[in-house]
C-alpha cells in the first residue's frame, strides 16, 4: 500500500507535464482558424504527408540519427576512461563535460557562429597557415557539429554511471579465465553497459530530431 502511495506524485507529474502536452498539441494540429471561426479539421495533420514535409522529416530524422551514433562513438570511450580506477582527474574532467551545460542552450550555440563565421575565430586561425576563408555556417557539419556538442554530455554521462557500478571482480575474473581485452570488452564490459547506451540513446535522439535552435542558427533555417 504505501508503494502504491508513493507512486501517485510521479503518476500525477507524468499526467500534467507529458501527456497533458502531447493531448493538447494533438487536439490543436486538428483544428483550423477560419472567418467563420475554429473548425475542426485533418488539414495540418494530412501536410505531413506531402513530399515537401516528408523530406523534412526524413531530412530530421538522419540528422538525429547520425547526432546520436557520433555521441555514442564519442562518448562510450570518454565514459570508460572516467570510469577507470587509473584516471586521477575523473573530477576536473567530469566538471568540464558539465559546466556548459550551466550555461544557456541559446548563449551555447551563439558562441558557435562567432567561432565559425567568415570573420570567425577558425577562419583566422586558418588564415595564419594562408588558408583562403572556408564556409563552414550554414552546412550540414555546422549543424552536426553544433547538435553533438550540445547532446555529447548526455550520452557521457548516463554510460559514465552505469559503468562505475559495474562489479569489478567480473572483469578481472575474465581476465583470469585467458580473455583478452576485445574479448572483455565484448563479452562483459559492453553487455553491462547496455543500460547506459540505450538511456544515452534516449537521450540525444529524442532532443536532436526536434531541436529547431541549432538548426536555425547554424543552419541558416
Known amino acids: 500500500m504505501k508503494k502504491t502511495l508513493a507512486a501517485y506524485p510521479y503518476i500525477l507529474w507524468l499526467i500534467v507535464f507529458i501527456i497533458a502536452p502531447i493531448v493538447l498539441i494533438f487536439g490543436y494540429s486538428m483544428l483550423m482558424v477560419t472567418d467563420s471561426g475554429v473548425t475542426f479539421s485533418i488539414s495540418n495533420l494530412s501536410q505531413c504527408f506531402e513530399p515537401l514535409y516528408l523530406r523534412i522529416i526524413v531530412f530530421s530524422f538522419y540528422i538525429a540519427v547520425m547526432c546520436t551514433i557520433i555521441c555514442l562513438v564519442l562518448g562510450y570511450p570518454i565514459a570508460m576512461i572516467l570510469a577507470g580506477n587509473t584516471f586521477k582527474h575523473k573530477e576536473a574532467l567530469l566538471f568540464l563535460i558539465i559546466a556548459p551545460m550551466w550555461m544557456n542552450f541559446l548563449l551555447r550555440t551563439y558562441a558557435w557562429l562567432t567561432i565559425l ?7 583566422r ?15 550540414e557539419g555546422s549543424v552536426m557539429l553544433g547538435m553533438v556538442y550540445n547532446f555529447l554530455p548526455f550520452m557521457i554521462l548516463p554510460l559514465y554511471s552505469v559503468m562505475t557500478k559495474m562489479d569489478k571482480n567480473i572483469i578481472e575474473a575474465a581476465n583470469d579465465l585467458g580473455a583478452n581485452k576485445f574479448d572483455v570488452f565484448w563479452r562483459v564490459t559492453f553487455p553491462l553497459s547496455l543500460p547506459g547506451v540505450f538511456s544515452g540513446i534516449a537521450m540525444v535522439f529524442m532532443p536532436a530530431v526536434t531541436t529547431f535552435v541549432i538548426t536555425r542558427l547554424l543552419g541558416g533555417g
Open 117 to 123: 563565421e567568415k570573420n570567425g575565430i577558425a577562419n
Open 125 to 139: 586561425i586558418l588564415a595564419l597557415f594562408g588558408v583562403e576563408p572556408v564556409q563552414f555556417l550554414y552546412t
